[in-house]
């Protein structure tokens, strides 16, 4: 099992460009969620979903948009990115509510 | 909202000794505590979950404990190693079920 994958590992762009971050999982999970890694701040949960087709809010959601079409993908997209977006971004996944949670590698996004 | 800190932020220790890494937490209702290993650029590797309901989980070297009404776990480490140096993460999932609340890390050097 290759656990959650996340792809791109890195990626930097321009203010105002769009990109999409992939987080796939083959645990056969249901819940799914994005983070970001601050220097300083922690981890903080940016959006989750519960199952297929569902979205929810995390702490720090503006700016950013999510997707859950299948089971094994959770997609994460800015529109119009900004400096502030600069970060490390986690996917995670857990089989249960409150379950223990699985993260993957990590993109390292740079927003110039 | 749910504060966790983390103390030592750094920790610098000779091989062969054990260890205990302090997290506490600033509201008791939770549903459980994980604690994290990050290596420097890579993801989260879950160490132990302890639900709630429990004092304490083991797994090898590793021993966590929880005393959910004094808000506090600790990690013990016993007879470190060098491959053992990383940051380590407490991370508690409370009111929602969902967001993992998460400290800002023990950095552990452990020197041969």
């Known amino acids: 099992n290759a656990g959650v994958t996340q792809t791109p590992k890195f990626r930097v762009l321009k203010t105002g460009q769009s990109m999409t971050l992939l987080c796939a999982q083959d645990m056969n999970h249901e819940y799914m969620y994005w983070y970001r890694q601050d220097p300083g701040m922690g981890l903080r949960l940016i959006h989750y979903?519960?199952?297929?087709?569902?979205?929810a809010k995390g702490e720090v959601p503006d700016g950013y948009n999510v997707s859950r079409l299948k089971k094994q993908n959770f997609l994460l997209g800015l529109e119009s990115a900004a400096p502030s977006q600069t970060s490390v971004y986690f996917c995670?996944?857990?089989?249960?509510?409150?379950?223990?949670?699985?993260f993957g590698p990590g993109t390292r996004l740079t927003v110039t | 909202k749910q504060e966790v800190t983390q103390i030592p932020a750094a920790l610098s220790v000779p091989e062969g000794e054990n260890l205990v890494l302090n997290c506490s937490f600033t509201?008791?209702?939770?549903?459980?505590l994980q604690w994290f290993r990050q290596d420097p650029g890579k993801g989260l590797t879950s160490l132990l979950l302890i639900q709630s309901s429990q004092r304490e989980q083991t797994s090898g070297r590793l021993n966590a404990s929880l005393d959910k009404s004094s808000g506090r776990s600790t990690l013990y480490i016993a007879a470190s190693q060098p491959g053992d140096s990383a940051t380590y993460l407490c991370a508690v999932n409370s009111n929602s079920g969902y967001a993992l609340n998460f400290g800002k890390g023990t950095s552990l050097l452990v020197t041969p």
């Open positions: 509201d008791s209702a939770i549903y459980n």
């Open positions: 995670a996944s857990s089989n249960s509510f409150a379950g223990e949670q699985y």
């Open positions: 979903s519960v199952g297929e087709g569902t979205t």
